[in-house]
C-alpha cells in the first residue's frame, strides 16, 4: 500500500512539475492552441476524405468537442494531463518494484526525445499512449491493429507503424527470428529510400515538415539506439508482452534504417514514439544487465542535459528560459 501511494504521490508531482513549464516557449505549443480553438474550421478547410483520413481526424475531433467545455489553454493542459497519467498508469504496471517505478518516471524526463514527445508532440503523445495502452492490455493481433489504426487518425505518422505492425506479426512472424528481422530490415529500408514520394502521394502534409525537424539526435543518437538494439535483441530474454517487444525492436531497426538511409530528422520524431514502449520493457525487468543498461541511459542522458540538450523544447534560447525561472 506504501507503495502504491509513492508512486501515485511521485507521478502527480511530476505532472504537476511539468505544467509549471513556460508554455509561451514551448515549441509548437502556438498550433495546439490553434487546433483547440479552431478545430472546426480546420475540419471544414480539407477538400476531400484523403486529406481528412491522412491529416490527424480524431484529434481534430477531440479538441473539437472539448472545446464546449475547456478553453484553448485548459484544453492542451488537459490532454498534456491525461497523456502523462497513461504513460506513469503504464509504468506503474510494468514495474516490479517501486525502485523501477522510480527510475521509469526520472527517464520520461530524463530521455529528452520522451520529453519532447509529451510537451511539444502532443498529438504523436496521444497516438503513443492509446498504441501502448493495447499493447499492455491486448493478446489478440487484430484488436492491436485495429488500435494502430485508430492511433493514425490521431497521428498520421501511425499509418507507418499500423502497416509495419500488420508485416511483421501477419506476414513475417512465419519465419524465425533471424529471418524476421531481414526481412523487416529490406522492408523499412524501402520505406525509407521512398518515403517522401509515398507520403506526398496519400496526401501526409508531415511528409516534408519532418523532414526540416529538429530532433536531438546525433551521430550519439544512434550509438545510443544501436546499443539498447543489442540488448533487446540479444540480452532482454523471454517477455510476456511479446507484441510491445516486437514493436520496440522494429521500432529502433526504424530509426536505425531512417538515420542513413532517408533522414535523421524524421528517424528521430519516430523514435519519440518507440522510447516509452521501451522504458516499460526496461522497468520489467531488475537483473544486473538491466541495471547495466539503466546506468548507460542516465549517464548518456545526463550528458545531455549538462550540454543543454533538454533546451530543444523550448522556441526561445537556452538564456530566456534560466531568467524565466530565475537560474
Not at 182 to 190: E, G, P, R
Not at 197 to 224: H, K, P, W
Request: glycine letters at 4%; aromatic letters at 22%.
Amino acid at each position: 500500500m506504501i507503495s502504491k501511494i509513492y508512486n501515485l504521490l511521485l507521478g502527480l508531482l511530476v505532472i504537476y512539475l511539468v505544467q509549471l513549464l513556460p508554455s509561451q516557449y514551448l515549441w509548437d505549443r502556438d498550433n495546439y492552441l490553434n487546433y483547440a480553438e479552431n478545430s472546426e474550421k480546420i475540419l471544414q478547410s480539407y477538400g476531400d476524405l484523403q486529406e481528412v483520413l491522412f491529416n490527424d481526424y480524431f484529434f481534430l475531433k477531440i479538441n473539437q468537442l472539448l472545446s464546449y467545455v475547456l478553453s484553448p489553454e485548459n484544453l492542451v493542459v488537459f490532454l498534456v494531463s491525461i497523456c502523462f497519467l497513461i504513460f506513469y498508469f503504464l509504468i506503474n504496471k510494468f514495474s516490479v518494484n517501486s525502485l523501477t517505478f522510480t527510475i521509469g518516471v526520472i527517464f520520461s524526463i530524463l530521455i529528452v526525445p520522451i520529453l519532447h514527445l509529451e510537451v511539444v508532440a502532443i498529438r504523436q503523445f496521444l497516438a503513443t499512449c492509446l498504441v501502448l495502452l493495447s499493447l499492455s492490455y491486448y493478446s489478440d493481433k487484430n484488436k492491436i491493429l485495429i488500435i494502430f489504426l485508430i492511433a493514425s487518425l490521431i497521428h498520421s505518422s501511425f499509418f507507418l507503424f499500423f502497416f509495419l505492425f500488420y508485416m511483421d506479426n501477419y506476414i513475417f512472424c512465419r519465419f524465425d527470428k533471424i529471418k524476421r528481422f531481414i526481412l523487416n530490415f529490406l522492408l523499412i529500408l524501402f520505406l525509407a529510400l521512398s518515403y517522401l514520394v509515398i507520403g506526398n502521394y496519400l496526401g501526409f502534409r508531415q511528409a516534408e515538415l519532418y523532414s526540416s525537424y529538429s530532433g536531438a539526435v546525433g551521430g550519439g543518437g544512434f550509438v545510443v539506439v544501436f546499443s539498447l538494439t543489442l540488448y533487446i535483441y540479444f540480452k532482454y530474454g523471454i517477455t510476456r508482452y511479446t507484441y510491445m517487444y516486437n514493436f520496440v525492436l522494429q521500432g529502433f531497426l526504424l530509426f536505425m534504417i531512417f538515420y542513413f538511409f532517408a533522414n535523421s530528422s524524421v528517424s528521430a520524431r519516430l523514435l519519440e514514439s518507440i522510447f516509452p514502449a521501451f522504458i516499460l520493457l526496461l522497468v520489467n525487468k531488475f537483473r544486473p544487465v538491466d541495471l547495466i543498461v539503466i546506468l548507460f541511459i542516465f549517464l548518456t542522458y545526463g550528458y545531455v542535459w549538462l550540454t543543454g540538450g533538454q533546451y530543444m523544447i523550448f522556441e526561445a534560447s537556452p538564456d530566456q528560459i534560466r531568467h524565466y525561472f530565475g537560474w
